[in-house]
């Protein structure tokens, strides 16, 4: 898997570390999830974009 490193603001770090240990997932996991959720509906927007 190819590694990427992201700057964030201190206040979105600890916004995604409170969920991270609130659901018991590393930091990385649910920055992992939430970039996949917004890539997926990024894409379908596109194609209804697309389908018009």
Do not use: C, N
């Amino acid at each position: 898997m190819m590694k990427i490193t992201l700057s964030l603001e201190p206040s979105v770090a600890l916004f995604y570390t409170r969920i991270a240990l609130a659901t018991g997932k590393s930091l990385e996991q649910v920055l992992h999830d939430a970039l996949f959720r917004l890539a997926g509906e990024l894409s379908l927007e596109a194609l209804q974009e697309s389908a018009k």
